[in-house]
């Protein structure tokens, strides 16, 4: 078989998203084919298992949909996790280089440096290590130091970790063996979305969540933070619900078929909606009512969380990046440009690295499931993942010829 497919998952606040991929070994292309989501309030809460068979089901619901839809099976899966009680620590340590030659190795030597140097505690587990820079005989900073001349070598790194028990309970859920790996979205997403360019100028990325926002930080070309907050689209679905006394499923419609930050961004007139079996109208701006001072009071949390964790937001000359389902509310990307003053896009996957529909990429949905897809076949193929094989990358093997040919596209 020439076609072998790639799942890739995002595990989020209630809602699980999936991209399935192909990788043609005649025309050495990795495309996105599909994409789905599935909900799972029962199994799945702000990125924890809940429950494993509710979440087993939903997942197991999601790869079968996307695998029988496009005619495949047995895909390799990545998972990538986020929550509030995953964190990030930053990490130096350096080894001694042997013939001075930075090899593989040596690069694998450090990152083991980092890792033990941590003190990660019994009860919490490594999910990624995430290498910010290198530096050679304590003088030469370089984002990738294989192959080069130096005796001692430093690493500057973030050291993802989560609770033991939230780990396995993801990876059974996923039905992914006790050592696969798992992937931090927001780092796959920074890494992927935002450009060299900007990330060295300063730049921040943005994911709008339902139940939580993710900001990714970049100071002169590196992760500075990572930061995970308590807010999103769903507060405005809840506000909706308080005010009109809406089942939550219609307040998100009404908001994302005539919500809006402001009355600029939408025609005003009235709209319907249903209580129970009655039907009952509103106007657009008494619906803008309850929105703008959601989104307001949102934005207010997040520069004092970002003021809180020294983030010198006057110094973003790359911009703000945005990203996440939050993104589709009109308005919202002028919402940011006031307070934070400074260049807000919404952030767009590079099509001519990676290819997707126009429609899978505009969604916003399913960014980081494809961010950690790019993300990692191409750090395993520049050498720069700490995390063992896919199961079936073995030397020789279908994963070890994809990664060694997606390394030709990226
Ligand atoms: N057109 C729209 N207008 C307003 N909000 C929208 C629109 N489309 C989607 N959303 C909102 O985006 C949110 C979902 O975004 P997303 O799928 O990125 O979140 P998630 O990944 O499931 O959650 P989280 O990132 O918090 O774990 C929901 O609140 C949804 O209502
Ligand atoms: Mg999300």
Not at 5 to 27: C, L, M, P, Q, R
Not at 58 to 77: F, P, Q, W
Not at 346 to 364: C, G
Not at 379 to 388: E, K, Q
């Amino acid at each position: 078989m020439s076609k072998q497919s790639v799942v890739s998952i995002d595990i989020g606040s209630s809602a699980i998203h999936g991209v399935i991929a192909f990788y043609d070994e005649k025309t050495a292309k990795l495309e996105i084919v599909g994409a789905n989501t599935v909900t799972c309030p029962d199994g799945i809460d702000a990125g924890d298992v809940i429950d494993i068979g509710e979440a087993l089901n939903s997942i197991k619901i999601l790869i079968d949909g996307l695998e029988k839809t496009h005619g495949t099976k047995d895909s390799a899966v990545f998972v990538s996790v986020r929550g509030q009680l995953i964190k990030t620590a930053d990490q130096i340590d350096g080894i001694s280089v042997t013939d001075s030659l930075v090899t593989e190795e040596i690069i694998e030597s450090v990152k083991k440096a980092v890792i033990e140097k941590a003190q990660i505690t019994a009860t919490d587990t490594l999910i990624q290590i995430i290498p910010k820079e290198y530096k050679l005989d304590r003088l030469k900073v370089v984002p990738n130091p294989l192959s080069m001349d130096c005796s001692y070598l430093e690493l500057n790194s973030l050291i993802v970790t989560g609770p033991r028990s939230i780990v396995s309970n993801i990876k059974k859920a996923c039905l992914l063996d006790s050592d696969a790996p798992l992937f931090y979205g927001y780092y796959s997403l920074g890494n992927i979305l935002a450009s060299k360019e900007s990330k060295k100028l300063g730049c921040m990325l943005i994911d709008l969540g339902g139940m939580t926002t993710g900001i990714v930080v970049y100071v002169n070309g590196i992760v500075q933070k990572i930061l995970e907050l308590p807010v999103g689209a769903d507060l405005i679905t809840r506000d909706i619900t308080k005010k009109l006394k809406t089942l939550q499923a219609e307040s998100k419609r009404i908001k994302e078929t005539y919500g809006a930050v402001s009355e600029e961004y939408r025609e005003d007139g009235e709209f319907e909606y249903s209580i129970g079996s009655s039907k009952k109208t509103a106007a657009i701006s008494d619906l803008i009512k309850i929105i703008k001072p959601q989104v307001d009071m949102q934005l207010a949390y997040i520069i004092s969380e970002l003021k809180k964790n020294r983030v010198d937001i006057s110094a973003l000359a790359g911009g703000i990046l945005l990203t996440g389902g939050g993104t589709n509310l009109p308005g919202i990307l002028e919402a940011f440009e006031k307070p934070f003053d400074c260049g807000v896009k919404i952030a767009t996957v590079d099509t001519n690295r990676i290819s997707v529909s126009q429609e899978i990429a505009d969604s916003q949905i399913y960014t980081t499931a494809i961010s950690t897809l790019y993300n990692e076949l191409k750090s395993r193929f520049s050498g720069n993942s700490a995390m063992p094989d896919l199961p079936g990358g073995k030397e020789g093997g279908f994963w070890n010829r994809l990664l060694r040919k997606v390394g030709e596209i990226v």
